[in-house]
C-alpha cells in the first residue's frame, strides 16, 4: 500500500517541488502562463471533456450535487469554528469551502483511478469553480457583480461542451484531439505554477492557517462520507468524492482575498500549510477508499 500511494502522489508532489526550486533560483513572473492557463489550456480541457463521445452528464448528476454538498458544508462546519477563534468569516471560510481541485485534485484522480476517471474529476473541478466564481465572490462581497459570469473562459467552454453533449453534435475527431492536447498542457503547468507561487506565500498568521490545515480537509471528509451513501454512488465515484473532500485549500483563494481586499496575507498563509498538511491527510484519504 505505501508503495502505491508513493507511485501516486510522487508525480503531484515532484512538479510542485519542481517549481517550488525553479521559482526560489529564477524567481520567474508566472503571471502569463496562469493567464495562459485559465484562459486557454483548462477551458480546451473541460470542453474536450464535455464534448467528447463517451461524456454521459446524467452519470454524474449525483456526484456533482455530492461535491456541492462539499462545498457548502464545509462552510457550515467553519463558519462558527471562526467565530470561536475570533477569525473574520469572510477570511477563514472560503478556503475552508474551495479547495484544489484543479492544482491537484484533477491529477491525484488521473494518477490514482486512470484515465477513464477524469470527467468524473472534470465535474468536480466546475461544480467547484462555478460556486467560487459567483457564490464565492458574494460571500466576501455583496456587492459583487455575477451577471458577467458567463464570460470567464472556464464557464463559457463549459456551455458550449454540454451544449454539444445534449444536441449530440459529432465533431471532426481531429479538431477534439487537438483541443484535447491543449488541455493535457494544463495539469502539469497546475502543478508547477503551484509550486512557483508557494515561494512568495507568507507563513504569518500561523495559528489561524494550522486550524484551517485540519478542518479544511477533516469537515470535507465528515460530509463526504455520508453524501456518497445517501446519494448511492458506485464505488469509483464515492472513493473520488471522498478523496476531493480531503484536499487542501485552493491557491485560487488567495487571487479573491487579494481582488476583494480581505486580509489576503492570512489567506495565502492558509493556503500555504494547507497544502503543506495534504502531504498527511491526502495519503491518509488514499489509504482509506484504496483496496487493499
Partial sequence: MLTRLL????????????????GRIRKPDMSF????????????????TLAGKSFELARYAPLALGTFAIVLGSGLVAWPIARLMKEDPKTFVPPMMFNN???????????????????????MFLVSNLLHFSFGAWLLDHRARLGNLWRVPVVMATMIGLLISFTGISLWPPLVKGVSMMGEISIPLLLFSLGVRLNDTPWGAWRTAMVGAVVCP??????????????????????ML???????????????????????????SIALIGNVASLFFLPAALAFVLPR
Fill in 7 to 22: 507511485a501516486i502522489l510522487f508525480p503531484i508532489f515532484a512538479i510542485v517541488l519542481a517549481g517550488l526550486v525553479y
Fill in 33 to 48: 502562463a496562469n493567464h495562459l492557463n485559465m484562459d486557454m489550456f483548462i477551458p480546451a480541457l473541460v470542453f474536450a
Fill in 101 to 123: 481541485s484543479g492544482n491537484i485534485g484533477l491529477p491525484l484522480a488521473v494518477l490514482t483511478f486512470g484515465p477513464q476517471s477524469l470527467p468524473a474529476a472534470v465535474i
Fill in 218 to 239: 477533516v469537515s470535507g471528509m465528515l460530509v463526504a462520507w455520508p453524501a456518497a451513501r445517501l446519494l448511492d454512488l458506485p464505488q469509483e465515484q464515492a472513493a
Fill in 242 to 268: 471522498f478523496v476531493f473532500g480531503a484536499l487542501p485549500p485552493a491557491v485560487l483563494n488567495y487571487v479573491f482575498a487579494e481582488r476583494f481586499r480581505q486580509e489576503p496575507d492570512r489567506v495565502a
